[in-house]
């Protein structure tokens, strides 16, 4: 295994000090705890947190910041925080007007998350909560009941953002970050497996001539694994059963994400977007927006995700509202 690393059980320590040192106009550390919070507290708005494993980087820490997150909660590396960390990120970006805990549908997560949420509210503190599912390609898994939360996650992270920064109350925001897991849908593609740094190998084998398909974000099995194919066939893969669950009609808007898995060159992730782009002119639906990049990663993995998300003129508006954080400035 060859990382940039020092200790395999200082890993996350010494990321989050690296992430603040590098960004100290964008987040504060929580002493003693793998939690950023907003440089700049904001003040009368609802506070929104979020978090999991560490190794999906820039999630979540890199979506901290005006019209997205107020906090993230960094757990060890593809593993969920435990509830003491969250617990300290409600109570250091509650404002009074409540905090929404934007939760991907994996069992740690959803259960350490509402444990800490019971121990914020008997503090007094006003908490809800969503989980986002967007993956189409398994209904459960190893880590959940259901489908998994995984990159269509950062659309709520900047819709319900934009929409908590508005002012809104907490059940307008939780409304509104309802209304994007119900109209996003992901699936991802996985061609090299990662690596944990504690394993010290990679998580599982492909051969050089095969490809996993519906791979999720911490190395589960996908749907398929099938010979390596061009990225335009790949793409028809994936987006056949996007859109089969979706079912956009002509004249639909979406938001587009070509979301990198953490070691696919950009240029690779605009050809896949390409395609993307020609199959969705071809069924009519329009492209309100595209967003290309790496967003949720899995650590060193060589794959991508498409995710795309069905727009009205709410969505629209705060979709393009302003952000400035780390990872996405808007």
């Known amino acids: ?61 890199g979506f901290v910041g005006k019209g997205m997150l107020d906090g993230a909660v960094a757990g060890a590396i593809f593993t969920s925080p435990t509830p003491d960390q969250v617990f300290e990120a409600i109570k250091a970006v509650d404002a009074g007007k409540g905090v929404l805990l934007v939760v991907k549908n994996y069992t740690g997560d959803i259960m350490n998350f509402e444990m800490a ?27 959940t009941t259901g489908r998994r939360g995984v990159a269509g996650t950062i659309f709520v992270h900047k819709i319900a953002g934009a929409k908590a920064e508005t002012g809104a109350s907490l059940e307008e ?98 050809i896949l977007n390409r395609r993307v782009s020609q199959i969705l002119a071809e069924k009519g639906v329009k492209v309100f927006k595209t967003f290309v990049g790496d967003f949720m990663t899995s650590i060193d993995m060589a794959g991508a995700s498409i995710t795309l998300l069905k727009l009205d003129n709410e969505l629209k508006t705060l979709l393009l509202a302003e952000a400035d954080t780390i990872a996405l400035k808007m």
């Open 173 to 270: 925001v939780q409304a509104i970050a309802e209304k994007v897991i119900a109209n996003v849908r992901t699936m991802g593609v996985a061609l090299k497996p990662c690596t944990v740094p504690a394993a010290g190998k990679p998580g599982f084998e492909l051969s050089d001539e095969e490809m996993e398909l519906g791979i999720g974000i911490h190395g589960e099995p996908g749907i398929e694994r099938k010979p390596m194919q061009k990225a335009d066939e790949i793409v028809d893969y994936l987006m056949a059963r996007i859109l089969k669950d979706m079912n956009p009609q002509s004249g639909d808007e979406v938001a587009v994400m070509v979301n990198g898995a953490g070691a696919t060159p950009p240029m690779e992730l605009y």
């Open 1 to 61: 295994m060859k990382k940039f690393i020092n200790d395999v059980e200082n890993v996350e320590n010494e990321m989050l000090e690296g992430i603040v040192l590098a960004h100290p106009e964008y987040v504060n550390r929580i002493p003693g705890f793998d939690v950023l919070v907003r440089a700049e507290k904001k003040v009368g708005k609802v506070a929104l947190v979020s978090g999991g494993g560490s190794g999906h980087e820039p999630a979540h820490g």
């Open 117 to 143: 949420a019971e121990l914020a509210e008997a503090e007094g503190i006003k908490v809800a909560n969503v989980v986002t599912n967007d993956d189409v390609a398994v209904e459960d898994s190893l880590y």
